[in-house]
């Protein structure tokens, strides 16, 4: 939104958005494009998909242009022919690598050193239009899919705002993507934020990373499910996976290889603390106790 507004030259007719979801005790949360569009006089409107009346709705306002950044539907093909064509998919990856649902986390998960956002034609086949612009940046480390995709909002934006100009006098035709280099970054499962401690602890950090801030990744102790906001990878001497320990002033599991340090969880029923703050609190706790248990 701010990266179109950022253009000049254009005329906002409408937002096309997710309807509002529920949130924390029953409340609904607003998309955040929703807000924007608000405080600038934009109208918004929120089907549960482009079809029917919600289509017909779109189609009267006569588009010139579409842009869309992780709407989270297909776009009707009717719709871009509507606009003759001219439409732009903002997506927070390196096309071709990683099209679908959740780049950032996939980029995250497969241990990627760097990501960005792409500029591309868009098409109603999911994600795969001609490329138009790219934009690189390194990925931190340590850093989660909420950071970087707060990051590559503002990336999206200011990339959008610098191409868009050009391309209204001239619509270029792009660069097609290479169907052998392309991987897909399907939604994530909130299963499979379960910390299996058979794996290696540099693959659990990117787990941990890629599901914060949702849908959370997880263990159990003594029955409860606690979440892992934050960790680090340690080594130290090899003991049975799963084991539960203190060391340096911090709680650590041994994984599949190294110690997953737990440097900020958040125990079912209460607030985010320290993984140090969550064992002062543990009564009784041996150095033989085992995560999951």
Same mark, same amino acid.
């Given at each position: 939104m701010k990266g179109l507004a950022d253009a000049g030259t254009l005329a906002l007719v409408g937002v096309v958005t997710q309807p509002d979801r529920p949130a924390h005790r029953g409340a %609904? @949360?607003?998309p955040p494009v929703?807000? =924007?569009a608000r405080t600038i006089g934009v109208p918004v409107f929120q089907p549960a998909g482009l079809r029917g009346t919600a289509l017909e709705t779109v189609l009267a306002l006569r588009p010139e242009l579409l842009v869309w950044a992780a709407y989270g539907n297909r776009i009707p093909a009717t719709l871009i022919q509507a606009a003759a064509g001219h439409a732009i998919n903002v997506h927070a990856s390196l096309l071709p690598r990683w099209r679908g649902a959740a780049p950032i986390a996939h980029a995250i998960l497969a241990g990627d050193r760097e990501t960005g956002v792409t500029l591309m034609l868009g098409t109603a086949e999911l994600d795969a239009g001609p490329i138009l612009a790219q934009r690189r940046t390194a990925i931190a480390s340590g850093e989660t899919r909420g950071q970087l995709e707060t990051r590559l909002a503002a990336v999206g934006g *200011? %990339?959008? *705002?610098d191409e868009l100009p050009r391309y209204l006098g001239a619509w270029p035709l792009g660069t097609p993507q290479d169907p052998a280099q392309v991987t897909h970054g399907p939604k994530l499962d909130p299963r499979a934020g379960a910390l299996d401690?058979? @794996?290696t *602890?540099?693959?659990l950090t =990117?787990?941990?990373r890629a599901y914060t801030?949702?849908?959370? *990744?997880y263990t159990t102790f003594r029955g409860q499910r606690v979440v892992v906001l934050r960790a680090t990878v340690n080594g130290g001497r090899g003991v049975e996976r799963g084991t539960l320990a203190i060391r340096d002033g911090a709680p650590q599991v041994a994984a599949g290889a190294g110690w997953l340090r737990l440097d900020e969880v958040k125990p079912a029923g209460k607030r985010a603390m320290s993984g140090a703050e969550w064992a002062r609190g543990l =009564?009784? %706790?041996?150095?033989?106790? @085992?995560v999951p248990s």
């Open positions: %609904l @949360r607003e929703k807000e =924007r *200011a %990339l959008l *705002a401690f058979s @794996r *602890a540099e693959e =990117r787990i941990v801030p949702d849908p959370g *990744a =009564r009784g %706790l041996s150095g033989d106790e @085992r």
